[in-house]
């Protein structure tokens, strides 16, 4: 009787398990037949924005009798060949089912007896929502053609035909034909050497999920850092690149003192060309990043530790499905701070945290309380949807709220035992929260019952004993805004002569709230664009060439109508490409009708240049249809 019940108990648990280890952002079926293996083989086809070739797939068949069912979005599959050995490939037959506007089309494959690969002949459309293709006008060298991929969430099935789930890991071999001038570039192991011809070999050869493959082409060279790491850039922007990067080496040693080896051989990073809609991308072995983090003073290389520390949490252990993308997002926001206390000290990580919580709060102001959950329900959503602050900021809060109270010594060691722990695994917000009980909370009850674990990952909001981040120098920063706001002194006469990027952000963010709120010192819209006008006059914002302080500007701008921006904020949207910047200005245009008239006019002549997941969002945001 005993036993009954204990069994009728583990098969709940473990069905349990399985149904919340489902990937309802995918068709496949990996427990019946399991991707482990690709080789890739493409002509990438500039004139015709395509590429075209073959992916190989080698599968373990759990079931003998199911079918193969992989992902693909806008995917034209010309034949299908299996093999039983690997040598002799035969005809096969498919079936494409019906598009579904998130999730692309399933593909299905009856497999033969003992067949263990399976061959698709195939190409990608011109508007493969994971491929940008750029004309020479948008690139920095203005003479070549470039491409660059972007997988993650569900864009690799735009490219790839595969089972395109975080819970699926697999290796990469992939041959590569380009124009002979260009250079290509993985996420993987070149095999090819230097030589610049046109015909690029790769391998990958520990497990990655999906979302992690990816490949530039383009007019690259390549810039050494340090003994295992370098930047790829185009030529006018490679100086530039290697110094703003400079730091990179030390970040990684910073990060394996702590969390364990860096286990993917060499660190690289791309500078992509503008138009790259994101800021980073933690492609293994090879971050992608925006240009819009060179600077010129190291001052936003939190991007980078950010995208590094990816190589412990998220392509080390990953998340298994989009609803656990805070394993991914929160702890790398976590280490981000880490390795910028390391390499740059306690008070410039703490601004970061400061600036981020910031940002939290005021997203969570106007989300729903069901995008403010941790463990987020995103079934029949877009999983890009779940990339707001709350994954990122809250998630990294939870840790630092475990690190406060157990203790940094004790918490140290905790994550560098879970990364080794879940090396190479893409694991369930359940089975984080075991392994956190297991290894930290049990061993210490009084402690554990300071922290809300159920709360922080299952409610909205914050809980009240949150960690607060806190900045002296931020402190005085707040001061001499509001001195200045209350006309006590002139922009002049504020002691700003070393204040770092950080806190000039803090600084215009301060000055917003009070600019923005009802009760503010100058009343009037008019007074708010005369308040503009003074700063700009002392501190030349509108033509700040650093993007985090021009975006503010920019954002602050079109709030208080702030006319001699305009300019400046239309050149921004036309040559950058980069979501977390053009999102918010054009939202914020869009508040007005003369806003929403120029957002379009913008938007009209911006559009053909945006990535298309970066058309995805601003499209919605000004409800833009085919006749605009
Ligand atoms: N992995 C993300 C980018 C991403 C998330 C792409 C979700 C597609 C879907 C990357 O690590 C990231 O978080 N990038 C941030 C920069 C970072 C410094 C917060 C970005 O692009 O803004
Ligand atoms: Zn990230």
Redesign the pocket.
């Known amino acids: 009787m005993i036993y009954r019940l204990l069994f009728a108990v583990v098969t709940l648990v473990a069905l349990v398990i399985t149904v919340n280890a489902q990937d309802y952002h995918s068709y496949a079926n990996p427990a019946a037949v399991r991707v482990r293996h690709v080789d890739l083989d493409w002509n990438v086809l500039f004139d015709q924005k395509t590429l075209k070739g073959s992916a190989t797939l080698t599968v373990e068949r759990i079931s003998q009798t199911e079918p193969l069912i992989l992902d693909t979005r806008d995917l034209k599959i010309d034949r299908v060949e299996t093999s039983v050995d690997g040598m002799h490939y035969v005809a096969g037959t498919f079936k494409l089912g019906d598009n579904d506007k998130i999730l692309g089309a399933p593909l299905t494959i009856p497999l033969p007896a003992k067949a263990t690969r399976v061959r698709i002949f195939y190409s990608s459309s011109p508007g493969a929502s994971g491929l940008q293709w750029l004309d020479p006008a948008q690139t920095a060298g203005k003479k070549d053609p470039f491409l660059f991929t ?1 997988s ?2 569900i864009h690799a099935r735009s490219w790839i035909p595969l089972q395109d789930s975080p819970g699926v890991r697999i290796t990469y071999a992939a041959h590569v034909r380009t124009p002979p001038n260009l250079l290509a570039v993985m996420s993987a192991e070149n095999l090819s050497g230097p030589a610049r011809n046109g015909d690029y070999r790769f391998r990958m050869q520990q497990a990655i999920p999906s979302y992690l493959i990816a490949l530039a082409v383009g007019d690259l060279q390549f810039k050494s850092l340090g003994p295992r790491t370098g930047v790829y850039a185009e030529p006018s922007t490679l100086a530039l690149a290697a110094r703003e990067l400079s730091d990179t080496e030390k970040m990684v040693t910073a990060t394996e003192r702590v969390y364990g080896p860096y286990r993917w051989g060499r660190y690289d990073i791309l500078v992509l060309p503008p138009s790259f809609p ?5 492609n293994p072995r090879l971050t992608f990043a ?1 240009p819009t983090m060179l600077a010129g003073d190291k001052s936003l290389v ?2 980078i530790a ?2 590094l520390a ?1 190589s412990w949490s ?1 392509n080390l252990v990953t998340n298994a499905t989009w609803r656990d ?1 805070w394993l ?2 929160g702890f ?2 976590y280490l ?1 701070r880490r390795i910028l206390e390391a390499v740059y000290g306690r008070p410039r990580a703490e601004m970061e945290a400061t600036l981020g919580l910031r940002d939290l709060k005021e997203e969570i102001a106007g989300l729903d309380d069901r995008d403010e959950i941790l463990h987020i329900d995103l079934k029949g959503r877009d ?2 949807d779940g ?1 707001t602050d709350i994954p ?1 900021e809250k998630g990294a809060l939870f840790l630092r709220h475990l690190e406060e109270t157990f203790g940094r010594a004790r918490f140290d060691q905790f994550l560098k035992g879970y990364f080794n722990h879940f090396a190479f695994q893409s694991i369930t917000t359940d089975q984080f929260v075991a392994y956190l009980k297991q290894n930290l909370l049990d061993k210490d009850p009084t402690l554990a019952a300071k922290v809300p674990v159920d709360e922080w990952i299952n409610h909205p909001g914050l809980p009240a004993s949150a960690p607060k981040p806190s900045s002296p120098a931020f402190a005085r920063v707040e001061e001499q805004a509001h001195l200045w706001l209350g006309s006590k002194i002139r922009p002049e006469q504020i002691p700003s002569a070393k204040w770092t990027t950080q806190e000039w952000l803090h600084f215009l963010q301060t000055v917003q709230t009070v600019l923005g709120s009802p009760t503010a010192v100058p009343e009037s819209s008019e007074a708010a664009a005369q308040s503009m006008s003074a700063l700009d006059r002392a501190f030349h914002f509108t033509r700040s060439g650093n993007s985090e302080i021009a975006f503010q500007w920019l954002l602050m701008s079109i709030r208080n109508r702030y006319e001699p921006a305009y300019p400046r904020l239309e050149e921004f949207l036309l040559t950058i490409g ?1 979501r ?1 910047f053009i999102k918010p200005l054009y939202e914020e245009l869009a508040k007005t009708p003369a806003g929403k008239a120029r957002a379009l006019s913008i938007y009209r002549r911006a559009r053909p240049t945006y990535h298309p997941i970066a058309v995805a969002s601003i499209d919605e945001v000004l409800k833009w249809s085919a006749g605009n």
Do not use: V
């Open positions: 972007q993650e969430a994101y800021g980073g991308m933690e925006t939190s991007l950010h995208e990816h998220g993308f991914n997002e790398t926001t981000e999983p890009d990339s990122y980069r977390k």
